[in-house]
């Protein structure tokens, strides 16, 4: 029974939502509502390609810090990591495109969960970053290595070891992400995006995110 995490299904487009306020963290029931969704979207006929949001006014602010606070082993916290990873796996490798609508502040595990995302659809408003130094952690979902495939090597590092946070214009200048709309744009456009590549050839989309990949 999925409380935070909900979709629908329209023109071959699935519109998957996080609903977990007051900011969207990805505490462990949430880590396996979505990977549950994504696995149902996995296996549907009618769903061509994704589009993933956030409710509200974030898209995803990061991992459930209370959580992470309470880890009392190094193996707890590997178990933790090697989860949060084996999930953004998936998404990754989901042989339908999945566009992230990234409708506010997208940072830690949150931008590493739009960075498993094949593409990123962004507000005006939205900001980016991996604040993970600041509480004596490093991105433990893949963020150390999807960021810097997608900014390069040294931005990567820049970006990790300050902590600082960017606007969705530097992001999109940087490569981090495909389109930066108004506001009230983001869902629209992403589910635009996703209409398109979900009326193309079926075979040739799984193949050709095979082949880049």
Same mark, same amino acid.
């Given at each position: 029974?999925n409380?935070n995490?909900?979709?629908?299904?329209?023109?071959?487009v699935?519109?998957?939502?996080?609903?977990?306020?007051?900011?969207?963290?990805?505490?462990?029931?949430?880590?396996?509502e979505?990977e549950q969704?994504?696995?149902?979207i996995?296996?549907?006929?009618?769903?061509?390609?994704?589009?993933f949001?956030?409710?509200?006014t974030f898209f995803?602010?990061g991992?459930?810090?209370?959580?992470?606070?309470a880890?009392?082993?190094a193996?707890?916290?590997?178990?933790?990591t090697a989860?949060?990873?084996?999930i953004?796996?998936?998404?990754e490798?989901l042989?339908k495109p &999945?566009?992230?609508?990234i409708?506010?502040?997208?940072?830690?595990? *949150? +931008?590493?969960?739009? /960075? $498993?995302?094949h593409?990123? =659809?962004?507000?005006?408003?939205?900001r980016?970053g991996?604040?993970?130094?600041n509480?004596?952690?490093?991105?433990?979902?893949?963020?150390t290595?999807?960021?810097?495939?997608?900014?390069?090597?040294?931005?990567a590092m820049?970006?990790i070891?300050?902590?600082?946070?960017?606007?969705a214009?530097?992001?999109?200048?940087l490569g981090?992400?495909?389109k &930066?709309?108004p506001?009230?744009?983001?869902?629209k456009?992403?589910? *635009? +995006?996703a209409?398109? /590549? $979900?009326?193309?050839?079926q =075979?040739?989309?799984?193949?050709?995110?095979?082949?880049?990949?």
């Open positions: 029974d409380d995490i909900t979709y629908t299904i329209e023109d071959a699935a519109t998957v939502v996080i609903n977990n306020p007051p900011a969207n963290a990805l505490s462990t029931p949430v880590m396996n979505i969704v994504f696995g149902e996995a296996s549907s006929r009618e769903a061509k390609a994704v589009v949001t956030g409710a509200g995803i602010a991992a459930d810090i209370r959580e992470i606070a880890i009392g082993s193996k707890q916290g590997e178990d933790l989860k949060g990873q084996g953004f796996n998936k998404i490798k042989s &999945v566009i992230a609508a409708n506010g502040a997208c940072l830690g595990g *949150g +931008l590493e969960l739009a /960075m $498993a995302c593409m990123r =659809v962004v507000s005006e408003r939205a980016f991996q604040p993970e130094i509480l004596g952690i490093i991105p433990g979902f893949g963020g290595q999807r960021l810097a495939r997608l900014v390069g090597q040294s931005k820049e970006l070891l300050t902590g600082d946070m960017i606007t214009q530097e992001a999109r200048d981090l992400v495909n &930066v709309v506001d009230g744009e983001v869902l456009q992403a589910q *635009g +995006l209409k398109k /590549m $979900a009326s193309k050839g =075979v040739s989309v799984r193949l050709a995110l095979e082949a880049i990949q």
